[in-house]
T-cell receptor, first 109, second 115 residues
Framework: GESVGLHLPTLSVQEGDNSIINCAYS??????FIWYKQESGKGPQFIID?????DKRQGQRVTVLLNKTVKHLSLQIAATQPGDSAVYFC????????FGAGTRLAVHP | DGGITQSPKYLFRKEGQNVTLSCEQN?????MYWYRQDPGQGLRLIYY???????QKGDIAEGYSVSREKKESFPLTVTSAQKNPTAFYLC??????????????FGPGTRLTVT
């Protein structure tokens, strides 16, 4: 909802810049990872996923990087636009989905 | 259009009252889920159902109840036993029929405020 982003870390970027949002996951056995975008007052939307047998996957304007050694996931958004402003969170999956709290991305013109 | 609908978007109740949140999907998905989202926290699973007439407790089921009488519908009742019911509630579904999901399709959410 509207308040879920209030207590989250915020990444502020200028329109047109690239954004990098990071996520530390907890279970070294997790073998599937997902990034979601959640706009204010709305439900999360799937952005991109990656399996543990990969270290990089690209979508349209987005790239996910996976570093299993340090249990770290990142989402790169190229040429960030005002419409990208939202909360972004990752999820890891082993036998169930575990969701991170997220990062709020604020894009300034 | 296919999708998941939740109603209402905002719900206000007095403490001590039970309240039921609606979730309907026309995606023909077998599995449906209820999550709770609180400020600064990740989604937490309340209940899930992999098939009609069957459901399982998630991580924070206490104070909640569900039913799955139809494939399309998975209503959540927040009972007076739930100590901190004010939250944003999200319903989701997926076609895989498992708690682990390759893709979770989320509804728009219901913001419940209990005073």
């Amino acid at each position: 909802g509207e308040s879920v982003g209030l207590h989250l870390p915020t990444l502020s970027v200028q329109e047109g810049d690239n954004s990098i949002i990071n996520c530390a996951y907890s279970n070294s056995a997790s073998d599937y990872f997902i990034w979601y975008k959640q706009e204010s007052g709305k439900g999360p939307q799937f952005i991109i996923d990656i399996r543990s047998n990969m270290d990089k996957r690209q979508g349209q304007r987005v790239t996910v990087l996976l570093n299993k050694t340090v249990k770290h996931l990142s989402l790169q958004i190229a040429a960030t636009q005002p419409g990208d402003s939202a909360v972004y969170f990752c999820a890891e999956s082993y036998d169930k989905l575990i969701f991170g709290a997220g990062t709020r991305l604020a894009v300034h013109p | 259009d296919g999708g998941i609908t939740q109603s209402p978007k905002y719900l206000f109740r007095k403490e001590g009252q039970n309240v039921t949140l609606s979730c309907e999907q026309n995606l023909n998905h077998d599995a449906m889920y209820w999550y709770r989202q609180d400020p600064g926290q990740g989604l937490r699973l309340i209940y899930y159902s992999q098939i009609v007439n069957d459901f399982q407790k998630g991580d924070i089921a206490e104070g909640y109840s569900v039913s799955r009488e139809k494939k399309e519908s998975f209503p959540l009742t927040v009972t007076s036993a739930q100590k901190n019911p004010t939250a944003f509630y999200l319903c989701a579904s997926n076609p895989a029929g498992q708690e682990r999901a390759d893709e979770q399709y989320f509804g728009p959410g219901t913001r419940l405020t209990v005073t």
